[in-house]
């Protein structure tokens, strides 16, 4: 017998060991599509919630070159505020995600939070004398205060703010740097700091810091290939324009010739005006590949832009010279995509069949739903093929196997599909044809049920 | 110079382009075959004789690098220019074989200087 485990629960799990559950709780953070300071809220999180470490309260600093900077406080501002969230914290199935939307409100920065005391608080982590919380930083060592009144190290201006004579310190260690820090305290409880509580703490602290490290180099990561991508498409945009330019130059040298005979005076006027549409076609593909900013997707019935796009006069001018045979199984359905996308991938797709098929070659069109999740637009044609190799970089932006392509057009395709969580792929076979099929998400229109 | 005149075949996939090198290419008092792409400049060079090949590497089919190769496979002999809108290929080693790189400019004096230069030599 086998039997599945999830990996992650979705409930906060009251009857585990505290050290279990906070992992669990943090957990949750890596896995979520939540922002970063959403993650670093689940830490803080962590450490506050009941069934976790039980702190009453956390703020968090994050490393801004060389100081600490106030960023969060979350926790209740009175003993009658912390039992209105315990309160909450306590509904019978409340989840993570309702949990991080309250604590998210408590967290906020307006003048009623306990973020609000702390957002223009720093701390430099250079100086002689450091004070409490830039030593814990500087020493990348968890820092007990115990009596902050008598504690020379405790700056007074931090003092008034935390209000609490008992606190804990922990830098947010990661394999580089301290990337931050996170105080904690018991200040409406007034429940002493044992060393359980340091222990997970810190494992908080390692976790946190490990995941603001990761979180920036994943970015730069980001940026690092869109770098990349500019520097290809740079290369590439100058390949393109070079040859138009390069043959209008040449035919305008000819020009200038006195001795050119008239009709080759004409003849290099056309070329150049050839050369001329063929820039302005790059650029504008170009442009519209680059600048377009993709809307976002709705649900929506596709069949009418399904209709206008076979209507429009380009493909029904190409299509002339093929048998398009279209079935479309019209669903009481709504798929999602941004419309217009949507019919650009389509004339994209439809297009490439097209001139992919040899005159009189046949390309079908089929739109049919997979099961009730997905709807499927497959088109299948009857050209060419693509080879292997070019199978694998058939959807990468400026490959192409046109003569005069830009390589844009599946690239486009394909970003369409990703934003909407729909799904491209093609089988092919050299000399026989290819098949694309573009998957989206569907769902029953509403009350078609009933009326079915 | 005597009275024969020079070979020259060019492989090149832009006919507005191969139109221009063969006019211009003429007037210097050269004979220039053109040829599409590098299957073709392969047969061409089979069948007849040239002084100098003049390619283009980014070309549907098979590139001018490996036209270069399959070239060093049948003649070592005959000079080969490399004209090419990128600057970047130079750094593609096999590119080395040829006997000269010109990037494509809209003045054709550089290319003319390298062709003259090759077949006097």
């Known amino acids: ?452 | 110079m005597n009275d024969k005149k020079k070979k020259i075949l060019l492989v090149e996939d832009e006919k507005a382009l191969c139109l221009l090198y063969e006019e211009e290419l003429s007037r210097e008092g050269y004979e220039v075959t053109s040829a599409f792409d590098a299957e073709s400049a392969l047969e061409l060079l089979v069948n007849g004789s040239f002084d100098l090949i003049i390619t283009d590497i980014r070309m549907p089919g098979k590139d001018g690098i490996e036209l270069i190769t399959n070239i060093m496979g049948l003649r070592r002999d005959i000079p080969i220019i490399i004209n090419s809108a990128y600057q970047s290929y130079k750094e593609d080693f096999m590119t080395w074989a040829a006997d000269a790189y010109v990037v494509k400019s809209s003045s054709l004096e550089e290319l003319k200087n390298k062709i003259k230069e090759l077949l006097e030599s």
């Open chain 1, 1 to 452: 017998m086998i039997e599945p485990f999830a990996f992650l629960s979705a409930r906060f799990e009251k009857d585990v060991p505290r050290e279990l559950s906070v992992l669990s709780i943090i957990s949750q953070s890596f896995f979520k599509p939540f922002s970063v300071e959403d993650n670093l809220l689940v830490i803080l999180t962590a450490l506050t919630s009941g069934s976790g470490v039980g702190f009453n309260r956390a703020m968090l600093f994050i490393r801004d070159g060389d100081r600490l900077k106030g960023e969060m406080w979350l926790g209740p501002r009175s003993a009658n505020e912390a039992a209105d969230i315990w309160e909450v914290l306590s509904t019978p199935g409340i989840g993570y995600v309702e949990i991080i939307e309250h604590n998210r409100l408590l967290v906020m920065n307006n003048e009623n939070t306990l973020t609000h005391r702390i957002k223009n608080l720093t701390f430099g982590l250079n100086q002689e004398k450091a004070s409490i919380p830039s030593l814990a930083a500087m020493r990348k060592e968890i820092l007990l205060v115990r009596d902050a009144a008598n504690e020379p190290a405790v700056d007074p201006r931090f003092r008034e703010i935390i209000g609490s004579d008992e606190f804990l310190c922990i830098p947010l260690v990661s394999s580089e740097e301290v990337m931050g820090e996170i105080i904690v305290d018991n200040a409406i409880t007034r429940r002493s700091i044992n060393l359980t509580d340091v222990r997970l703490a810190g494992l908080c602290g390692l976790l946190a810091g490990n995941y603001i490290l990761t979180s920036r180099l994943y970015q730069r990561l980001l940026d690092a290939q869109k770098m990349a991508a500019m520097g290809e498409i740079a290369m590439f945009v100058s390949h393109q324009l070079r040859n138009p330019i390069v043959a209008m130059g040449g035919f305008i040298e000819q020009l200038l010739r006195p001795d050119l005979p008239e009709e080759k005076k004409l003849r290099n006027l056309y070329i150049i005006k050839d050369e001329i549409s063929r820039l302005e076609k790059i650029i504008f593909e170009m442009g519209h590949f680059l600048k377009i900013s993709l809307k976002e997707p709705v649900w929506f019935k596709p069949w009418d832009m399904i209709d206008s796009i076979l209507n429009s006069p380009d493909i029904s001018t190409k299509a002339e010279s093929h048998v398009l045979d279209v079935k479309i199984d019209r669903h009481e359905i709504e798929i999602f995509c941004d419309p217009s996308s949507f019919g650009e991938a389509l004339r994209n797709i439809i297009d490439n069949a097209l001139e992919a098929t040899p005159p009189g070659g046949c390309v079908y069109l089929r739109g049919y739903p997979k099961n009730k999740d997905w709807f499927t637009v497959s088109i299948r044609d009857t050209g060419r093929g693509i080879s292997n190799p070019d199978k694998a970089q058939l959807l990468r932006p400026f490959f192409t196997t046109k003569e005069k392509g830009l390589g844009l057009g599946l690239a486009f395709v394909k970003r369409v599909m990703d934003s909407c969580g729909g799904k491209i792929d093609f089988r092919s076979r050299l000399g026989k044809g290819t098949i694309f099929h573009l998957t989206f998400p569907c769902r029953q229109v509403k009350g078609a049920e009933e009326k079915t």
